[in-house]
């Protein structure tokens, strides 16, 4: 006996570009929303420049908009390494992380999304 799996993701992706176009919006701003709440901060600066955009269909942005932020993703530049966060609990990561945790999500995200249409 022989199991055939077949993938047809990027076949329900073409007939449902709008359903994942809006499932990719939610994601982008989930991501948003949660990287700033373990982003590091002192004044809250780079908390409020997290946002997210949209570049185009199912293509979507979340990015900080400060010169520091790359050093506080990175936890450093090479040279220099951060050695105390401002807050306990934050750290370097702070959008990666959360992008992988809310991109770990999609298929259910998507499932859910699909059966609200059928």
């Not at 176009?21 to 004044?43: C, H, W």
């Not at 370097?92 to 992988?100: A, P």
């Amino acid at each position: 006996m022989s199991v055939k799996i077949t993938d047809n993701t990027a076949r329900f992706i073409s007939k449902h570009d709008n359903l994942v176009d809006v499932v990719l919006n939610t994601m982008a701003s989930d991501i948003e929303r949660l990287a700033k709440l373990v982003v590091p901060f002192k004044k809250g600066q780079l908390r409020s420049s997290i946002t997210h955009f949209r570049r185009g269909l199912m293509k979507y942005s979340v990015i900080a908009n400060k010169e520091y932020a790359a050093y506080q993703e990175f936890g450093g530049d090479g040279s220099r390494i951060v050695q105390n966060y401002s807050k306990p609990g934050t750290g370097k990561g702070y959008l990666s992380l959360t992008g992988k945790k809310i991109g770990g999500d999609m298929g259910r995200r998507l499932e859910a999304a699909k059966r609200l249409l059928f």
